[in-house]
């Protein structure tokens, strides 16, 4: 159980154009879903938090209005990156926190690997 | 502040040599602490959890972890390492306030020569 997923796994998009990727939680219901940005050979860093139903909590530093997410049901959460540059090419995961769970247990998606040309 | 510091970005043990993986973690409060294993171009698998029960955590394949609050550590380890267990792992500790925010170390790379 426990179970996340994220597509694609995979997308290369053009300078300039938008990218969706979708975080889904398979078999439960995820109350917070956090997005993550990880370069190579460096840690993950928190983009923002999404709740489902409201808007999204941006860590400082994050543009908001290029990194538009939205959690409209309870498995599911997107992440579009909008105008994409090269420098926004990262592998970008998605975690999960069950409801009903009291434990800070958080659920990884397989991430998704974005190159921006 | 909650932080967490893994100490050595690389550790490199001999296939069938103890594992130790260090972190140290900053917190206020009572911690919940994790350990996660990334394998290449994926996310991130959970090894174990301390949650405030037993002080010595066992997790999956083999990997264990002890709390130690006098010296707030929570160090892994495993007593035979594998060649299956060459990846990244990162320490983290949950935030105290109602987020659920976890704060990652910045990991470490386990190599296991043959």
């Known amino acids: 159980g426990a179970v996340v997923s994220q597509h694609p796994s995979r997308v290369i998009c053009k300078s300039g154009t938008s990218v969706k990727i979708e975080c889904r939680s398979l078999?439960?219901?995820?109350?917070?879903m956090f997005w993550y940005r990880q370069f190579p050979k460096q840690s993950l860093m928190l983009m923002a938090t999404?709740?489902?139903?409201?808007?999204?909590?941006?860590e400082q530093g994050v543009e908001k209005d290029k990194f538009l997410i939205n959690h409209a049901s309870l498995t599911l959460s997107t992440l579009t990156v909008t105008s994409a540059h090269p420098e926004d090419s990262s592998f970008y995961i998605c975690?999960?926190?069950?409801?009903?769970?009291?434990?800070?247990?958080?659920?990884f998606g397989p991430g998704t690997r974005l190159t921006v040309t | 502040a909650q932080s967490v510091t893994q100490l050595g970005s690389h550790v490199s043990v001999s296939e069938g040599a103890l594992v130790l993986l260090r972190c140290n973690y900053s917190?206020?409060?009572?911690?919940?602490l994790f350990w996660y294993v990334q394998y290449p171009n994926q996310g991130l698998q959970l090894l174990l959890k301390?949650?405030?029960?037993?002080?010595l955590v066992k997790g999956i394949n083999g990997f264990e972890a002890e709390f130690k609050k006098s010296e707030t550590s929570f160090h892994l380890t495993k007593p035979s390492a594998h060649m299956s267990d060459a990846a990244e792992y990162f320490c983290?500790?949950?935030?105290?306030?109602?987020?659920?925010?976890?704060?990652f170390g910045s990991g470490t790379r386990l190599l296991v020569r043959p």
């Open positions: 975690s999960a926190r069950p409801r009903d769970r009291g434990n800070h247990e958080q659920y």
């Open positions: 078999d439960f219901q995820a109350t917070t």
């Open positions: 999404s709740n489902e139903g409201s808007k999204a909590t941006y």
């Open positions: 917190s206020s409060v009572p911690p919940y």
């Open positions: 301390y949650t405030s029960a037993a002080t």
């Open positions: 983290a500790v949950s935030r105290v306030d109602s987020s659920y925010k976890l704060i």
